[in-house]
C-alpha cells in the first residue's frame, strides 16, 4: 500500500531538479502545485518564479498550474508565469490532472508532476499513472489543516526514504 503513496523521486526543491536531464528522458510537460511547491502560501509569484518557467519553456516544455486553491490566488500567479492554469483541482482526483496534459498535448508517458504534499499532490498523479517529484514544502507556515496532514505524511516519507535514495531521479 505504501508504494501507492510514493512519488518517484523526493528532493529538497523545484527549483534544483535537473530538467535538462528529464527533457532528454523524453518529458514534455510538467504540472506543478504552487503553494509551498513554487512559492509560500499567499505569496505572488515573483522574478526567480518567473525566470524559471522562462528556463522551462526555453528547454522545450510545456507547463500547466494544478492548485486546489481557488482561481484569485492561482490565476495572477500563473498569468504572471505565463502558463496555463487549472484551479480548485480537487487533487487528488485525476480529472484535473487529466485536463492539464489535453491543454498542453502530453499524456501520461511524457507528463510529470511536482508538488508539495503526499495525499493529494502524489497519490492523485499516481492515481492517473503520471511520475511525480515530491518536493520539500518551502515553508513550515500553513493552514491547521495542513498541518494535520503533513503528520500523517511523515511515517511514509520515512519508509520511502529507507527504501530510495534522496535526489535519485530514475525515470
Do not use: C
Not at 510514493?6 to 510538467?30: C, M, Q
Not at 522562462?54 to 528547454?59: E, G, P, Q, T
Not at 492539464?100 to 499513472?129: E, P, R, S
Amino acid at each position: 500500500m505504501t508504494n501507492f503513496l510514493y512519488p518517484g523521486a523526493y528532493v529538497d526543491s523545484a527549483f534544483t531538479i535537473d530538467y535538462k536531464k528529464l527533457w532528454e528522458k523524453g518529458f514534455r510537460g510538467l504540472l506543478f502545485d504552487v503553494d509551498n511547491t513554487l512559492t509560500m502560501h499567499n505569496v505572488e509569484a515573483e522574478k526567480r518564479e518567473a525566470n524559471f518557467f522562462v528556463h522551462l519553456r526555453k528547454l522545450g516544455f510545456k507547463t500547466v498550474i494544478l492548485s486546489n486553491n481557488k482561481k484569485e490566488r492561482v490565476e495572477p500567479f500563473a498569468k504572471l508565469l505565463k502558463t496555463p492554469f487549472i484551479h480548485r483541482a480537487h487533487k487528488p482526483l485525476s480529472r484535473a490532472y487529466i485536463k492539464a496534459m489535453k491543454m498542453i498535448g502530453t499524456n501520461v508517458d511524457n507528463t510529470l508532476f511536482v508538488g508539495d504534499q503526499l495525499y493529494t499532490d502524489i497519490v492523485g498523479a499516481n492515481i492517473v499513472g503520471l511520475k511525480s517529484i515530491l518536493v520539500r514544502p518551502i515553508s513550515p507556515k500553513e493552514a491547521f489543516w495542513i498541518k494535520l496532514k503533513r503528520i500523517i505524511e511523515v511515517p511514509v516519507i520515512a519508509l520511502y526514504k529507507i527504501n530510495h535514495k534522496k535526489n535519485d531521479i530514475n525515470f
